[in-house]
């Protein structure tokens, strides 16, 4: 049974006052989320693990923690 049978199957077992309440949030739905998904723009892409495997040398050379020459005047 598809999305749009399964609701009106509901709709047809509820009460006038439960169906009221559905049309206020079926309306709010529309109004706030139709714009926040919009067709046009692009879908998000996923980040990817691993993407930077193999670009870290490891071991870490000796003067790793050593302070670099451009704060040199920073740390006088």
């Given at each position: 049974m598809n999305v749009d049978a399964e609701i009106l199957k509901t709709l047809d077992q509820m009460p006038d006052i439960l169906k009221q309440e559905l049309l206020h949030y079926a309306k709010y739905l529309v109004d706030n989320y139709s714009q926040a998904v919009s067709p046009e723009s692009p879908p998000q892409k996923k980040r990817r693990s691993g993407i930077l495997q193999g670009t870290f040398v490891l071991?870490?050379?000796?003067?790793?923690?050593?302070?670099?020459?451009?704060?040199?005047?920073?740390?006088?």
């Amino acid at each position: 049974m598809n999305v749009d049978a399964e609701i009106l199957k509901t709709l047809d077992q509820m009460p006038d006052i439960l169906k009221q309440e559905l049309l206020h949030y079926a309306k709010y739905l529309v109004d706030n989320y139709s714009q926040a998904v919009s067709p046009e723009s692009p879908p998000q892409k996923k980040r990817r693990s691993g993407i930077l495997q193999g670009t870290f040398v490891l071991p870490l050379p000796e003067n790793f923690d050593e302070p670099l020459e451009d704060f040199q005047e920073y740390m006088e």
